[in-house]
């Protein structure tokens, strides 16, 4: 664990309270500070990025780096709700760019098969599919 866990300052505290609130939602550095911004009661950028930074070297906090057009989505870990659920993958939508979590067995038997067939482990915190969502395909 990282020794800067150690430390629970009050930016930290409401930082993580709203990483929980969001429940499992993919969010920016910008989200967040947005976000505190119009409740007034703003966290510098650099605090916020710090502190994401921290919790995800903490595993409070999963990092997803989509590609390089977009910034980094962050998201909080329930780890009751990880072992229950398994793993999860993720599809990112080219039309309006909204991320998606996608909790499939079939995918997780195609991974297995990666692993047993051709001897490849995939990452699924790092494994994204790409195409149009829903409303965008409308």
């Known amino acids: 664990m990282d020794t800067r ?12 309270s709203y990483l929980r609130s ?6 920016t550095a910008n989200d ?5 911004k119009e409740q007034g009661a703003p966290i510098g950028q650099s605090t916020v990025y710090r502190q994401l930074e921290s919790l995800v070297d903490e595993g409070l906090v999963n990092k997803y780096i ?12 329930d780890h009751d709700m990880c072992q229950r659920d ?13 991320l998606i979590h ?13 692993n047993e067939e051709h001897h490849f482990t995939l990452d699924p ?4 599919l790409y195409g149009l969502c829903e ?4």
């Open 32 to 36: 967040v500070c947005s976000y505190f």
């Open 22 to 27: 969001v429940g499992g939602g993919h969010i």
């Open 5 to 16: 866990s150690k430390y629970r300052t009050k930016q930290r505290d409401i930082l993580l």
């Open 125 to 128: 915190k790092r494994t994204v």
């Open 102 to 114: 996608l909790k499939c067995d079939e995918l997780s038997d195609i991974m297995g098969h990666l």
């Open 66 to 77: 989509i590609d390089t057009n977009s910034p980094a989505c962050f998201e909080y870990v």
């Open 86 to 98: 398994g793993i999860c993958f993720h599809c990112k939508c080219e039309g309006c760019g909204k």
């Open 135 to 138: 409303d965008c395909r409308k």
